[in-house]
């Protein structure tokens, strides 16, 4: 039987299933559309590894991954009139309204490990549950779109919002497109956590929907059986392992604990709500084939772009803050290969916050042999406010403010083209801090160098290079 819903006894226009409401969910007895309106996406980097001496991973020649700065509900349309109906996965973990503020906590490569991190701001989510909702509701009906059918959308929430979410989801996609609701065992319980008042809090909720009902896709997961391991009549077991269920992390042999307790996670980047890839790289595993397009447009500190990219998928990543695409280049191009990556903008983006766009000091200069060109850094400062005391004292050379820079030895004007690539593999190796690029034949070129320190700024330089 289906009951009327409380917005059509109420006299609103509206689909009969159960419902929740919020305030400004009707305007006049009509469902507000969320907002559709694109923002011009402008790219601002490319890079493309075939370009690069030692090649890269086979990839399509008509497809860049992308990873985008700026709000969703601006980004979203633009990517819509693109790829509407073709995304094959979504995993979101967007703000849960936790009522917090989060930091980026910045370190200093080769610095000592007692040495201070920088706190550079990342993001808020404090809107109070009314706006929450109308602001995800937004957010689920723009992905909606993009979906294929079959397409499978996760939503990584706790239970802050889960239970609403769930509702306007059902709204949006069908109660029928439901099909698991994923507890994910944070972890071990210790030291402060157990302190804690009342029953422990220490699960995050994952929603699980496919478009259209069933999913086009899913590779059913299998934990291994440990060594040794006999069947209760002493045979050896038949199969891949335990088939996963919807409890993650929940026993010994599904080990999966949130890298923010495991103390010393070498997966950390500083960035407050990190998850891990083990779980995003379950999700990819499952509900895409390679070369299918995977979407984040809360990609915080990069992980769904980092999985999509290790697991041989296409991926479309975004994030507001400029914190997190510049976590996620960083983590993207400490990678050994990548496939052609294109980093674009919103242009309607907030200017950056003031300790990322506070302009930077950078010498860098060339030196001429014949047709090669050598650009070496010769200094770099970050302005003097930005950094504490104690953190200036532990460094000892300039180039530990830089996580890495990039050349386009043929700037062409618009969107640099990452000719040259200087990252640190890891965080303690040292940046190289000169390449030298052989010209196909004597003019004159512009090189553009590019930096990116540690506290996500980007600072440019143009170097007029005269090859005869
Ligand atoms: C919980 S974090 C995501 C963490 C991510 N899963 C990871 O592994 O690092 C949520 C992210 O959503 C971003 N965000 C918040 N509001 C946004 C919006 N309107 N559009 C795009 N990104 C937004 C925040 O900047 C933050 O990086």
Redesign the pocket.
Known sequence: MCRPSIASLAGLEMPAVVELLWEGKYRDGVRVEPSRDAAPLETDEVHDPHDAPDGGPSCRSDWSNRLVL????R?LPALAAELAGRVALV??????DTGGA?DFRASIPGAPDDTPRIAVP????ARGLDAWLA?FDG?ARRLFELLADGGSLYV?LDAHVAHYAKVVLDEIFGQGAFQREIVWRIGWVSGFKSQARGWIRNHDTLLFYAKGGRPATFHKEYVPYPPGYVRRDGKPPRGAGYPIEDVWNGSDVDRMDSIQIVSFSGEK?G??????EAL?SRIVRASSNPDDLVL?????????AVVAEKLGRRWVA????S??VH??RKRLLRLPRIAPLVVQRAVTSPAHASLEGAPRDLDARVAIDGRNATIELASFALPALSVPEPVRASVDHWSQWLDGWCIDWDHQGGALNAGSRLWRTRAQTPLRLSATHAYGGPGRYVALVKTFDVLGGMTTKRIDVEVA
Not at 70 to 73: K, P, R, S
Not at 271 to 276: A, H, M
Request: overall charge negative.
């Open positions: 700026g709000d969703q509900e980004v995993y979101i973990d967007p703000p849960f989060f990342a993001y808020e989510d602001w957010a990584h980047v960035y407050p709500t990190q998850k891990n995003v984040d447009c809360f990609v915080g500190s990069g992980t769904t975004c994030d507001a803050s914190i997190a976590t996620t």
